[in-house]
Every structure is written in C-alpha cells, then in structure tokens.
C-alpha cells in the first residue's frame, strides 16, 4: 500500500471541499472494497477522508411518504429495517442475497453503490484493463480472455465490466435517487438511473459524481406495494456475485417493473421493457435486452434472465 | 520393525480401548483459540524478523531482459531487493519440474522473479510494485488439451492391456463410448503457503513453514541451495490446509532464505492469494475417452480409458486412469494416459491425484452404461465386483468390501424408492434428482518413525508426521496411549520438526495408517526397553502400569527417562495383494426448474477403508472431502486464459469453493474393516477416498433430477439451462 494522509470528516460539505481541493484525495466508510483495492494498488489515493463521524447513519422518513437512507447506514441495519422489511422488501432480499453477513455489516449504503467492478483482470495489475489503466486494452474482450461473469449489454468494445452490487439493483426497481453534496455546499439528487455510467471510451469513468461531490443519502419514494421479489442466481449458494439477477415489482393487475444485476455495467433497466410485463418475461427481455452484446461464454445470461423471471412471474 | 505379514487378531488394537474410539481433536482449544501458531504466526521464534513479498512474472512464457529495481531499493523500509537475474537458477529437486527461482527464463505466470524484505510488510509489498520488468515473451502457445488428445489418441504404449478389447465392443450388448472433461482445479486451502527462515549468517538455516513433509522439504531446500540437509532445520506444526498443495518445498521458503541470507537476518513471507493459482502447483484439467461395453448380463466386457493432461515438461500431470486397472471386473481393459507438454503453471498433485478426476468421468460413464442396461446403477456395479485384481488376477484384494458398502448406502439412503425416470421429480421449483457413484482409492503406505520417551509416568513422542488438519496428534497419541496403557492425557505428541524421526508425512492418504504405524513400532522399541530395565518378559501395559510375574509397577514409578527410537518398514508380502480403499456416495440435488441452479440436498458416503482410528476425525476427513467434492462437481474451475496462458481467476471470490450455504445434511457410514495386510492396526487412509466420486455421485443425480447429461466440469448452470422445462 502506498502511503497515504488521513483525516476524519465532521461535516459533510467541508468533507466534499476538502475533497475536491486535495489531489487524489478518497473519501473511505466501510471499506470492505476501497481497502482491498488500496492493497492492490489498484487504487492509490494520497488521502483518505474517513466519512463514519458524519452522522450520516439514519432511515428516516421523507415529505413523500418515502425513505430516506443516510448513506452510512450499514448493509445489515438497512436490510433489517422494519420499514425497508414492510414497504421495499425486495431491497432486503437483495441486500441478503449479497457478500456476507461480516462484509454486510461494516458495508454502507453509499459504499455499496461506488463499489468497483469485479472482473478478475481488473484485479490483476499485470494484465491490461481500460477502467484501471485507460488505453491499455480489455483483457476479457481479447481474444482467449475469460468473460463468463462479465456484462452482455450496456457494454462498449473497451470495456465489459459489470457492477456488481444487489441493493443497487432493487433501488434501481425502487426508483431511488442518489442525494449529495458538492464541494460548493450544494444539494444534489441525481436519479439511480443516471448515477453509474456506460463506459463507452471512458469505462474509467464510472459515476456522476463530480470531483469531491459526497453521497449524504439514497431516498426512496412512496412504498409502491405490490409483490416484490429479488432472485439472484449464481454458481454456489452464498457469497459469489450474480450471473443474472431480476429484481421484480408487480402489481395485482400484473403491471409492473424489472432491473436486472450481473448483465450491465448499471442496474439494468427501462421503461419500455416494465411496459411489457403483463405479456410475459419474453416480451420483457426482448426489450430489455435488445442490443446485447455478450461473448461466447456468456451467452447464456440472456436465456437465464429471461427464465429466472418467468419463473418469479409462475410463482404467484 | 518390519511388517512382514498380516497382523493376526490382537488384544491390542482388536480389543482397544483407546485407538478406533471417538476422541475430539486434541490441538482442537488451541485452535478455536488462535493459540496454535501457524507459519506467519512464529512471531516468538526468533527476534528481528523482517518481511519479504515476492514478485512473480507477468508473463507466461519467455525471458527477461532486464529488471530495474532501483527504486524498489530506494522506497522506504526496503532493506534488499534481489531479483532472479542476480543469482544463477537454483536446482529443482524431485518430483518438480518449474524452477522455483533464478535465471532469466520464464516458465509460467507470476513465476517468482524477485524478493523484496523490508521492515513492514506494507513496505515490502508497496516497494515490489516498482520494480519494473522488461520481458521477452515467448511465441504464443498452444492451450488447446482436447486438440492434444485428437493428436494423441491411441498413439503409444497402453499402460494396461487385458485381452482383445476391440472384439469385447464387436460383441457387446451395450455400448457407451463418450468423452468427458474436468477442469483445472487450485488446492486453495485456507492457509496459504508460508514461511519463515533464518538464515542470516548463510550458515545454518532455520525454516519455520507450512508444510505437509518435512523430510522432503528439508531434502528440497538442500538441493535447491545446495548445502548440506544437516544444516536445515525444518518446523511446521500446524497447518491450515495441505490437499497436496504443500507436499512441495515452494517459492515462500526459497524467498524467505534468499532474502534473510541476503539482509542478515530472519525473514517471513506468505504468498497473496493470487499466486495460489499461478506461482503453486494445481490439478492438471483431463480430457478422457471412455468406452464402455457390456454383456446382456450386465457384466463388463471391456474397458477402454484414455486420457490427457498437461504438464511443464517433465512432470507428472493428473493420470484419471489410475483407479481404472482395479476399479471393476471386466474381461478385457485398455488404459492409456497421455501427458501433454504445456507452458502453464505447474500440474502436480491434489487430494486424490489421479482418482479424483478420474472418477469424475468413469463414474458417469457406469451410469450411462446402466441406463443402457436398464439397470439400477448400484445393482450394475454390484454385478461387476471384484475380488481380483483386474489387471493382474493372480493379485487379490486386501480385502475389498465395494458391494457392502454400496447396499448399506442404498439402504441407509432410500434409494429403492427413488424416481427413476429423469425429470419426474419436482419439489415446487426444483427438479429432484439421485444419483450414485462409487469410490476408490489406493492404499499407499510409506516407512515411518518415531521416537517414544517416558519419564516419571509421561510419555512423549515425537515424529516428524506433519497434522494437516487432519487429526494426526489425536490418532497418534491414542495409538501410544494404546501400546503403552496410558491414558492420553499422559502422552504429549510432537509433530513435524526434522529433528524428529522421519514419519511418512501426510500426502496420498497414507499418512495416518503409515504414521501410526511408526509410533506403534517406537512404543513397541520402549516396552522391550522397559522389560530389560525390569528383567521381564513379555509384560502387560495396562492402567499406566507394567505388570509381569511378580512385578506388577506404576511406570512413573520407573526412574529416568527411557527412549526408544525405531520405525515401520513395509514387508514385500504386501506385493501379494492389491491393497485399495473403496466407498459409495449417494446424494440428491435439487435442480432449479427455471434457472438450472444445482444445491445439494443431502449426502451420504460409506466408507470401507480398515480401522477407523477415530470416528471423529475420520468423519471431519470424510464430510471435509465431500464438501471438496461439491466444489469440483459444481462450481471450481481454473479459467484459463487461453491467450495469455494463464489462470484469470485468481481468488476465493473468482476460484469458487464450497461454502456453509452448499451443504446440507452429510451423513457417513464406517464399515470399519479391518485390514490386516494393511498395517499392524489394520488400518487404511479415509482422506482422498472421501473425495472420489462424489462430483459424478452429483452429475448422475442432476442427470436424474432433469434429464441433462453433463459430461463437463463443473456442472455450472449454463451447461443445464438448455435442457430444462418450459416455464
């Protein structure tokens, strides 16, 4: 690990100046992924500002009806919270489905969604990778590359890296918005839909965050009802990330909506596609993924999205 | 002593009362602890220890032209850095064939090229990141084994050939020929390879390591250097974790010795998680052919087995033949293995090297073979028992008790009432399926020795027997207890430091029959030793007293201390007999009916493999290798990057084991033979057979839940989604 300076943040916009004034500077909460990634070099920042003190660590309840999740609360309090349980219990059951219970309680909701990719050769320094090293090459997308977990749509020929987050996925389907402050002290909410990027030329680039700009809470709007469902389907039963999974909202007049996780570089998900959910997962996927570009290896996500929501769709 | 013919019935062990019952691990507190200290741990061995992080190349194959590790020199806390272009390659001892260290040529990915020892270990591992390699990667290469296999294919020399099996297939009534693939698969036990070695005045050398053989750990780090063994003191009392993954002396202990002769003082290094995949050895991937013919019977008309694996030149790779010869009885066999040169990491062994993989295959061919039959696949393996040899009919088996165990676990496991017809079984969401496999390991054994003392009512023996978490300090110290008639609680075990006798080591699941063994022989030694203090004959050891005619004394009432050293060596008569281990596994698996996900429902192994030396750490082997085995049949897999020639996945996050979620109930059956042609206790190894089959005992039940044939490692998702229902 290289070395690096450290402070401990007391308010949120001074953290998000101080950010943006100090070259390289990271803000660290959880740090069950930017640690790893500082071992490995793969991040290097030159200064940690530690967000914990910031008081951000509350659900409390929004003008709308809704939520609102200060971004330091734990995997583990927001999965187990009565309201999240009553109201949004797909978010629960995404949280559940992710990492391990150790990783879920020192991980935060703000964390969770900056989380980097875990495509093997991003992880491994010696091989070339677009989103760590820009211009280097896609080692996945190389011939003989290993690609089997990576992303099938929302891709670019630089990089086919997916985001590997659960919660993301359901608060996605949930319509959450991301709430920040800018290093000018300003207010920011920025749609989930919007929050993470297509890596196009620039899979470098992986959030709309600007320099220094701090995440202070995710809101969730009105509880919107209906059955919510979360299958993630993956190679062993607990602590592997998802070939696919299908985050699922439905109404009793079997309207609704769908994200999907393991197949995009983003929660994946569109309007169009929810507006095909009475007719079936066919019709579904057949917009949803319209346009995938998946490799040999990982083909199959596409047959394996479509019948896992089938089958929560046959479950009823 | 020399075993020099079967042990006959014996008050002894037949009539134990310490040795075949159940005792919890006796390092176990230490463990749950944090008190046991392993490799990295030896903080307290000596004083001023600094921490090497190694190098290891970013190329597969090829030179390197030069290494600037200047400003690796000039980071902070670096106190050396000494790269492979600043010393002459080292020797390689037996039974490996990659270079540890040295020398401008690079045979695999993160091949080690350089060792950084600085004050802190961050330091060490921050300073190896700047040094900058400029190589001269070789040609591309060839990864393609199943092309290997095509070129290879019935070229050479069978290594078993039994009568015309061509006409066998001319003739059969049934025929399976089919081809089958198992991937590459990492050893990543939980401890990874680590060392620390004082070697500062260049002098003696002292390795405190991580280690499954002393001895030929010792005898590797002379021949590596070049020095003398006497000088090489090696210790390795606990270890987290082996699977034949630290049989080897590998590139922490070369390193650390490099790096501590080089700054003049101890250095520890561990390897990072990521060289487990590239840098150590791992199981080759096989290709195999395996043909089937069968009589309207039943009965086995031919066998004919033929496979490939790859390996740095040299080397060994997996041979999935090697259970084939004496598995089941056939009238004619043909049995080739082929190794294919391949510039990847070194292929070397794995808990059940050979069988593990070849089971994998055969086991789904006997099922296929049933099904063309019509019959039930643990009738049609009942049918083609042997109590021969094969191979060699003149040679019997020890004892062989397959049938027993396959009808006990079809009994124990309801199996008469399970669905036959594939895909009839549903369970809501999930197709439910059953499936079969038989099991079989050889039965090696190595000399082992021991040095037993007693003093003042205690005894003490060491050996160099390494504990690899497989409950070697128990079942030792319960045979010395045995033999000696002293409750455990007196006998103190000390294991793995090359100043003790030379045991066995653990590898090939003849370390606890072997080991055992060897302490039987030392305690043996001390109560001859024991009786010519006294001027007895033929005394009795029983309740912590020796008692003979008149004499009749407590033995901490003997004075001084009393020291036998003597070992087990293994008698030709053993050649006689075809000395194996056997076992059925049954498991049932749910498939999910829209997605293809496999969990395993619940899991049942009955094991004949001689004594049980103890029920309780013989299961905990058993449950461990099941649980090995679920990772094999369902999600463990070496990626292979077939460009760049080497392993893209390189954790526990990217390698996928088994986790708690995978396993359900698991339930095992000792048959507890007793093998007298084995050893003196009549004991066998349980620790590799309890992985044989178990992932083809899975592929036959996925093909039972859903009707999808897998002949493919593992059985991932995507190889079953094709075949399932509509939804």
């Known amino acids: 690990m290289r070395s690096f300076s450290y402070e401990k943040a007391t308010d949120p916009a001074a953290a998000a100046a101080r950010a943006a004034e100090v070259e390289g500077a990271k803000f660290v909460a959880g740090g069950t992924n930017l640690l790893d990634l500082m071992k490995l070099e793969i991040e290097t920042p030159v200064h940690l500002i530690d967000v914990n003190g910031l008081g951000l660590d509350r659900i409390g309840e929004t003008e709308e009806g809704g939520l609102r999740i200060g971004t330091l609360v734990s995997n583990t309090a927001l999965m187990a919270d009565a309201r999240v349980r009553r109201d949004y219990p797909v978010l629960t059951r995404a949280i559940a489905a992710g990492a391990s219970g150790q990783l879920r309680n020192k991980a935060t909701t703000g964390g969770n969604l900056l989380q980097r990719t875990r495509c093997p050769y991003f992880y491994d320094t010696a091989q070339p990778c677009n989103k760590r090293v820009p211009g280097s090459g896609c080692s996945a997308l190389a011939e003989g590359g290993f690609s089997r977990q990576l992303g099938i749509i929302g891709t670019s020929d630089s990089c086919i890296a997916t985001h590997p987050s659960d919660m993301a996925v359901a608060m996605r389907v949930l319509d959450a918005t991301v709430e920040t402050v800018t290093p000018a002290g300003m207010t920011r909410r920025i749609p989930l839909g919007e929050f993470h990027l297509l890596p196009g030329d620039t899979p470098e680039r992986e959030t709309a965050l600007m320099p220094g700009e701090l995440i202070t809470a995710v809101t969730l709007p009105a509880p919107v009802g209906g059955v919510q469902r979360y299958h993630k389907a993956r190679d062993r039963a607990s602590y592997a990330f998802a070939l696919v999974s299908v985050a699922l ?20 998900r569109s309007a169009e596609a929810d507006a095909e959910l009475p007719d079936g997962a066919h019709a579904v996927m057949a917009r949803l993924l319209d346009g995938a570009r998946p490799t040999e290896e990982n083909a199959f996500k596409i047959t394996l999205a479509e019948r896992t929501l089938a089958a929560m769709l046959a479950e009823e | 002593m020399e075993f020099n013919q079967p042990a006959g019935e014996n ?133 393609d084994l199943d092309a290997a296999f095509r070129r290879l294919e019935g070229t050479g020399e069978p290594g078993t050939l039994v009568g015309d099996v061509e006409a066998a297939f ?9 081809m089958y693939h198992t991937p590459s698969q990492s050893h990543m036990m939980m401890e990874p390879h680590a060392s620390v070695v004082d070697w500062s005045d260049g002098g003696e050398m002292t390795v405190w390591t991580s280690n499954q053989m002393i001895a030929w750990n010792r005898q590797a780090l002379a021949t590596t250097f070049g020095i003398d063994p006497e000088r090489i003191r090696v210790e390795s009392p606990y270890v987290g ?26 250095v520890k290094l561990a390897l990072p998680r990521p060289f487990m995949m590239n840098n150590t050895t791992h199981r080759s991937a096989t290709v195999q052919r395996i043909r089937l013919a069968a009589g309207p019977d039943g009965k086995l008309k031919g066998i004919w087995h033929e496979a490939a694996s790859h390996s740095l030149p040299g080397g060994r790779g997996e041979n999935p033949t090697a259970q084939t010869p004496f598995f089941y009885g056939t009238e004619t066999m043909r049995v080739q293995n082929h190794v294919v040169d391949m510039k990847l990491p070194e292929s070397s062994d794995m808990r059940a090297p050979g069988e593990a993989s070849g089971l994998m295959a055969l086991e789904i061919a006997m099922d296929e073979m049933a099904e063309a039959l019509g019959m039930d696949p643990v009738r049609f393996r009942i049918v083609n028992d042997t109590q021969v040899n094969p191979s060699n009919p003149e040679q019997p088996f020890s004892e062989r008790h397959f049938v027993e165990c396959l009808e006990r676990g079809a009994e124990a496991f309801g199996w008469e009432t399970r669905n036959t017809t594939p895909g009839g079984t549903r369970d809501g969401q999930w197709l439910v399926g059953h499936g079969v496999a038989g ?25 160099d027997m390494t504990d690899i978490g497989t409950g070697s300090y128990t079942i030792l110290g319960q045979t010395a207890a045995e033999v000696m008639g002293l409750p455990m609680e007196a006998v103190e075990m000390r294991l793995a430091n090359s100043a003790f006798p030379v045991s066995s080591g653990s590898g090939g699941q003849f370390g606890a029959a072997s080991s055992t063994a060897g302490v039987y022989a030392a305690c ?74 496999v969990r395993v429902r619940r899991m049942l192994a009955v094991v004949d493999s001689g004594r049980i030396l103890n029920p309780v750490t013989a299961r905990s082997q058993l449950i461990g290798a099941m649980t090995m ?19 893209a996945n390189h954790d ?76």
């Open chain 1, 249 to 268: 909202i439905r109404q009793p007049d079997g309207s609704g909506r769908v994200a999907l996780g393991g197949v995009a570089p983003r929660p994946w």
């Open chain 2, 11 to 143: 008050t002894l062990f037949d009539g134990g009362r310490v040795v075949g019952k159940p005792h919890r691990r006796v390092e176990g507190p230490l463990k749950v602890a944090g008190v046991a200290p392993y490799a990295y741990e030896r903080h307290d061995v000596v004083a001023g220890q600094l921490y090497g992080y190694p190098l290891g190349a970013g190329i597969a194959h090829g030179r390197i032209r030069s290494i600037d590790a200047g400003a690796a020199r000039a980071a902070p806390g670096v106190r050396a850095v000494v790269t492979a272009l600043d010393i002459e390659p080292l020797d390689i001892w037996d039974y490996n064939v990659a270079r540890l260290f040295g020398g401008d040529v690079v045979e695999h990915y993160h091949q080690a090229i350089a060792v950084v020892v600085a004050e802190s270990f961050e330091q060490a591992r921050a300073a190896a990141a700047l040094i900058e390699v400029d190589y001269a990667p070789g040609d591309p290469a060839d990864y």
């Open chain 2, 170 to 178: 001319r003739d059969a009534a049934a025929v399976v020929d089919q």
């Open chain 2, 241 to 266: 974790g082996g699977f034949g993954g630290k049989l080897w002396l590998r590139a922490d202990a070369v390193l650390a010795a490099i790096g501590s002769r080089e700054v003049g003082a101890p």
């Open chain 2, 439 to 463: 099991a079989f390991r050889g039965a090696l054994l190595m000399p082992s020795g021991a040095r037993a003392v007693l003093e003042g009512g205690r005894l003490v023996v060491e050996t």
């Open chain 2, 524 to 597: 043996m030694a001390l109560r001859e030793r024991i009786a010519g203090h006294l001027g007895v004959e033929d005394p009795e050891f029983r309740d912590g007293r020796v008692i003979a005619g008149n004499t009749n004394m407590a033995l901490a009432e003997l004075e001084g201390q009393i020291e036998a050293v003597d070992s087990m060596e293994w008698g030709d008569f053993q050649s006689r007999y075809q000395m194996s281990t056997f076992g059925a596994h049954f498991v049932e698996v749910g498939v999910h009916a829209a997605t293809g996900e």
């Open chain 2, 629 to 647: 085995g679920v990772g094999a049949a369902l999600s463990e897999e070496m990626a292979l990057d077939t460009a760049k020639g080497m392993f």
């Open chain 2, 652 to 727: 526990l996050a990217g390698y996928e084991v088994a986790v708690h979620a995978d396993i359900p109930e698991q339930e095992v059956i000792f048959l507890d033979t007793l093998d007298g042609v084995a050893s003196p206790l009549k004991a066998k190894g349980v620790g590799e057979l309890g992985l044989c089959g178990v992932a083809a005992a899975l592929a036959n039940a996925v093909y039972n839940a859903t009707g999808v044939r897998v002949r493919d490692y593992p059985v991932t998702l995507d190889k079953i989604i094709g075949g399932l229902p509509a939804i």
